[in-house]
């Protein structure tokens, strides 16, 4: 019995040495595994690599430095184009067809080149309709052009809600 | 007064027939072979000399210091092979015999798994090991010229003489002495070890553990003793007079078994401070071992005569019992010097086998347990043992060589230095790959002894004991 109080007094020594100011930070599954470069106390080894080659990676490396952590993105999903992406699951609902179809410019309808030289193919007609509607317009208003490239430029920000998505 | 006299000494006659099972029973000699520690099982600590206690840090730990567990940084599987073979040369009244007896075992199998830490270290290990065996043997033959004997020696507490009609009915015996004595001891059986171990760094670089130790193993010791009137000194004698199947003594033979079944638990604290990438210092404190021990006796023989021979009664002299034996505390310290490449450790372990006691008897008189304790205390002594060991590594090849020497004092007192286990020891380790390590030990030991086979010198066989024993341990990391 005697020696039972002893195995306990040790074993609650060795706890609260374990409990109270350890030194010791258990890795845990939300940070990142710890590597050769980012682990400050990893220079405590015992066995220079120098003088013992091989060994060096035997006693002192952890094995988790070998380890490849999986991708963790720690931002709720929902963050990346919500309205886009909820939009495409929708519209393939159905077995009815992408939807997405519709948001595609269509060729302009048929009455307009009706109203063109009446020969030739539709692009080149719609081509013809462009060059005698629009060119003095391409020419004149600059300010136009400007609003075109600001599209683009919104283009350039839908880079950018992907970037968000990602951080 | 002379009828006084009469009464009286059978009385005590009695009294000593009656307490005969405990004179066969427990002594210093069975605490001592539990108390003594083995060799391990660890073939890179035993070709330093089992100088351990500083580095520890394989699966080593479970024997050497828990604290090591701490430093091990890699999952590890690990086991390992041990042979050992055992020669005893003995002297005994100008007779010399050779006998050697060998075992071989898988005597480890040990995994570590160290937890990931942003800082510090946690492992926790678990072990199967063979820490201990008792493989031993001997054998003796000569005459003793001197007017003593073991059945006049049985015949003064025991009625083993009686019963083999080698006295008359009031125990008187004419045999005096001046037989051929030879005999036979062998022994065998293991201390397996199941240890569940934790290490932590507590600070920084100072690396704590413990191991839990649970306790199986067996003994067996088989005695075979004789003594045969080889100079025909009693052919004309009637041992029993008036019985003719008494005439013409020959031959005594005595066959005692001993068996143990050991079940039993224990703990040990260590620790380890790193210093830098130089030296490591280690201190261990191993709690008393608690050893339960069912114990069965039994005791055979016969008495051969011209014409006759009588056979003991097996059953009237074989005996159950079962005690606890607790060894005292073992307190080690010791440290691993590193320089460039080269390993330097020294460690030393206080034991004080005065303290070793029976205890928890059923089947022994509490005075019986009183007594032997207090026998132990008066005959046993406080010893340091010694080791030293060195390891050189050869980076390029993942070659290394190991030399150690290690001494481990006799727990009696007054018995002279070369009594003292001595073991001599050598090892290789190479590592393939990386991650495959295979080291290879082996320990020379000597030291003499003896054994009396009744009273004290009068029948005493000398001993001069050579141990060798090789490990092949093999290690995974990864």
Known sequence: MKNTYKIFYSLYFLMMLSLTGCYTVVWTPDAQLPSRESDSSGDGGYYNDYYYGDYYNYYDAPWWYNVNPPAYNNQPAYNRDTSRSMESLRNDNGGRGNTDRLGIPQAPPSTRSASGSGSGNNSSSTKSTEDTGSRSNSNSNNSNSGGDRSNSNNRNSNNDRNNNGRN | ?????????????????????????????????????????????????????????????????????????????????????????????????????????????????????????????????????????????????????????????????????????????????????????????????????????????????????????????????????????????????????????????????????????????????????????????????????????????????????????????????????????????????????LIFDAQATFIDYSQLKFDNADGLTVQYVNATNQNIQNTLKAVVNYNLGAEYTFPIIGLRLRAGYMVMPSAYQGDPSNFDKKYITGGVGYLADGAFGIDLAYAHGWWGGYWDNYGTNVSRVVQDIKDNKVILSMTYRF
């Open chain 2, 1 to 341: 007064m002379k009828g006084f006299s009469s009464k009286f000494s059978k009385l005590f006659i009695i009294a000593v027939l009656f307490s005969c099972n405990n004179i066969f029973a427990q002594n210093s000699v069975d605490a001592l072979r539990l108390g003594y520690e083995g060799l391990g099982y660890n073939a890179r600590a035993l070709g330093m000399g089992n100088s351990y206690i500083g580095l520890s840090d394989d699966g080593g730990a479970a024997f050497f210091n828990p604290a090591g567990w701490g430093l091990i940084k890699k999952i590890e599987f690990s086991g390992g092979l041990g042979i050992d073979s055992y020669s005893n040369n003995t002297q005994f009244f100008g007779n010399y015999s050779d006998n050697s007896k060998s075992s071989t075992s898988l005597n480890n199998l040990s995994f570590a798994l160290p937890f990931p830490t942003v800082q510090g270290s946690l492992v926790f290990g678990i072990s199967y090991h063979t820490n201990k065996d008792f493989n031993s043997t001997m054998k003796f033959s000569g005459f003793n010229p001197g007017n003593n004997s073991k059945i006049q020696d049985l015949n003064s507490f025991s009625n083993i003489p009686y019963d083999l009609y080698l006295t008359d009915p009031n125990y008187v015996t004419p045999i005096n002495g001046r037989l051929n004595q030879s005999g036979a001891v062998t022994e065998t059986g293991s201390i397996n070890n199941w240890t569940f171990s934790g290490a932590i760094e507590a600070y920084k670089n100072l690396f704590v553990g413990l191991n839990l130790n649970f306790v199986t193993g067996s003994y067996s010791s088989n005695n075979d003793y004789y003594e045969d009137d080889t100079h025909g000194l009693y052919s004309n004698v009637e041992t029993d007079p008036g019985n003719a199947n008494t005439l013409g003594f020959q031959t005594f033979y005595l066959n005692k078994t001993l068996n143990w079944d050991l079940t039993g638990w224990n703990a040990k604290f260590g620790m380890i401070y790193q210093i830098e990438k130089i030296a490591r210092v280690g201190a261990t404190i191993q709690f008393p071992k608690t050893y339960t021990v069912k114990e069965t006796f039994t005791e055979n023989g016969y008495s051969q005569f011209t014409n006759y021979q009588y056979n003991l009664d097996q059953t009237k002299y074989s005996d159950n019992v079962q005690y606890d034996i607790i060894t005292p505390y073992e307190l080690a310290g010791g440290f691993s010097l590193n320089l460039s490449g």
